[in-house]
């Protein structure tokens, strides 16, 4: 039998989905590399484990299948300075120091206030009902 899902993975899950929603709508449906439209994924720049850069827009972009695995997960110096280039140092070295923060784990409610700032954003992009 599975184990039940706590509240804590539903909003994990429910905060990827509209994070995924999010980015989409902003990259246009496109790879950022290449303007492919099929195969296309959400590319974070720093990982995913970290919860307090996880939904930031300035952490991810659209990237075709192949151009994700081989440029964030194989060239990451190469990817690293197209990333640079795309977002501008400024903006990077901000995500660094978000990405680099330690601040322990992160609780549900704040989970919960992401959730309700990513509904937000959707709808200010009238993409939510």
Same mark, same amino acid.
């Given at each position: ?15 990827d ?6 980015? #989409?709508?902003?990259? &246009? ?5 290449? +303007?492919?439209?099929?195969?296309v ?8 484990? &970290? ?14 299948? +192949? ?30 120091? #978000?990405? &680099? ?15 309700y700032?990513?509904i ?8 939510w009902?």
């Amino acid at each position: 039998m599975r184990k039940k899902k706590t509240e804590r993975q539903k909003y994990i899950k429910r905060n990827d989905d509209l994070f995924r929603e999010i980015i #989409r709508k902003r990259d &246009n449906w496109r790879c950022q590399m290449t +303007g492919k439209e099929t195969g296309v994924q959400v590319a974070h720049f720093f990982t995913r484990k &970290n919860l307090h850069t996880r939904w930031d827009v300035d952490n991810a972009c659209l990237l075709s299948a +192949g151009k994700h695995l081989y440029f964030a997960h194989v060239e990451h110096e190469k990817f690293r300075d197209w990333y640079i280039k795309r977002i501008g140092q400024d903006r990077f070295d901000a995500l660094k120091m #978000r990405a &680099n923060y330690v601040g322990g784990t992160v609780s549900v409610t704040t989970l919960k206030e992401w959730n309700y700032l990513l509904i937000k954003t959707l709808e200010e992009w009238g993409c939510w009902e």
